[in-house]
């Protein structure tokens, strides 16, 4: 089985993207939720394919670039492209306080979220 990102040359995820590695307009955080609004089309790539079809429920920006086996950055390209087609939205993080008045440390909760995936 072959997927994207992962038995490919190093170089071939910038040609997914036109050689772009961050988005241009949108800044993202590894923990932004992105949710599709719409069905994949026949015609789109198969990265956007993937996106759209994992995003049916709210899923992190972090997860995306996991499950395809990217690097973050070209994940944040791939959702910037859908976003600005109106094809997913996008929900960043709040700032969060804990009970103490204390707010949460969104690297910690990324690395909490990596240890429980990996079990």
Do not use: W
Not at 27 to 51: G, K, N, W, Y
Not at 70 to 89: E, F, M, Q, R, Y
């Amino acid at each position: 089985m072959n997927r994207p990102g992962r038995d490919d040359e190093p170089g071939d995820d910038y040609t997914l993207t036109g050689g772009r590695a961050a988005p241009t307009t949108e800044e993202f955080d590894p923990v932004t939720l992105v949710v599709s609004e719409c069905a994949p089309a026949p015609a789109m790539q198969r990265e956007h394919v993937a996106i759209l079809t994992m995003c049916r429920q709210p899923t992190a920006v972090v997860e995306i670039a996991a499950e395809l086996r990217l690097p973050i950055g070209i994940a944040t390209v791939l959702v910037a492209d859908l976003l600005h087609s109106g094809k997913v939205t996008v929900r960043h993080p709040e700032l969060a306080t804990g009970p103490y008045g204390d707010t949460f440390d969104i690297d910690m909760l990324e690395k909490v979220l990596v240890g429980l995936r990996s079990l």
